[in-house]
């Protein structure tokens, strides 16, 4: 897999019209969702080099991460003259990045693509390493393929009109990374001010955090091993989100994967000795900020048969987890019996309920 060239821009526009310049294309699609059309779109509107360019909108979330979707964009592709030569635009958040780079691998076996991310979970995770894909048989990402944008360019302006709720959703995932890479990267996360955002701040920490997917994807493209770090907190975190979209309840991926590292953290506390302060730290942290998400345990057999689906998972129903000895502290490949997992999901409810 090529190294995917990620820039993080002050204006993103300039650095598009060189991009843009530099390659002859002969036909640009833009991909967007209804709410990137209506708030992002019009940014891009003083690119000469994409006054022709062909807008293809799909609905918005999660909920339609799916093969109609995708059936449409492929459609629209093709109905309206995309080739070989062609170039898609993804912009928008994880759900356009993940389908609309799907779509790029793909179509006529693979177009180029570049990522504008528009959330900060899209900016920091799902358009930067190449993941992408759909949703199947409510599964997670369960159709896919590793497909880097030949760009991703983030801008962070975007975020000052993000809500609250998605704002948070990515900061899961970063605190995510704190976790898998450096305590004081970790530590700074956790004293973040959600009430009286410092924007310079976070574009720092964005920074940092990009850094850290990158260094892990470079060194392990195609998830044979390290790369499984940045899977933590998603065995049972993505179980959490197929269990609430199942129950007609969706709930944003971070906050799943914040609700996922509550459980992880804790095995990795069982198992692997990972400090019970920085146990005790971030657990109150994903509380405070992140609720908690509903179950009992008559649920305890539906979230077991999510799991059993995990793309980590090496043998037919023995579930795979990245656990933690500590902050950086990686160990890849642990398992746990259905019990052992069980009893995870009885300290959440104990913990978060
Ligand atoms: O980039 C990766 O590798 C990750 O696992 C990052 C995750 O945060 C991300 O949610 C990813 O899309 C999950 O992938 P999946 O393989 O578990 O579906």
Known sequence: MSKQEVIICQNFNTELSQKLSAHSYDKIFILTDEHTFRLCLPLLQDIALLKDAEQIVIGPEDVHKNLETLAYVWNQLSNRGATRHSLLINLGGGMVTDLGGFAAATFKRGIACINIPTTLLSMIDAAVGGKTGINFNGLKNEIGSFYPAD????????????????LLSGYGEMLK?????????????????????????LQKLIGQSVQVKEDIVEKDPYEQSIRKALNFGHTIGHAFESFALKTNHPVLHGYAVAWGMVCELYLSHIRCGFPKEAL?????????NYGSLYFTCDDYECLY?????????????????????????IRINQTASQEEIYELLDFYRETMG
């Open 177 to 201: 990374h704190g976790l898998i890479s450096q305590p004081s990267h970790w530590s700074e996360l956790l004293t973040f001010d959600f009430a009286h955002i410092d924007y310079a701040l």
């Open 151 to 166: 760009q991703v360019m983030i801008d962070s302006q975007f975020l000052k009109t993000l809500d609250m709720p998605n």
């Open 280 to 288: 005790r730290t971030t657990i109150q942290f994903i509380k405070e």
């Open 305 to 329: 048969d999510f799991m059993k689906h995990d793309k980590k998972n090496a043998s037919c129903g023995v579930i795979n987890f990245t656990l933690l000895g500590g902050i950086g502290d």
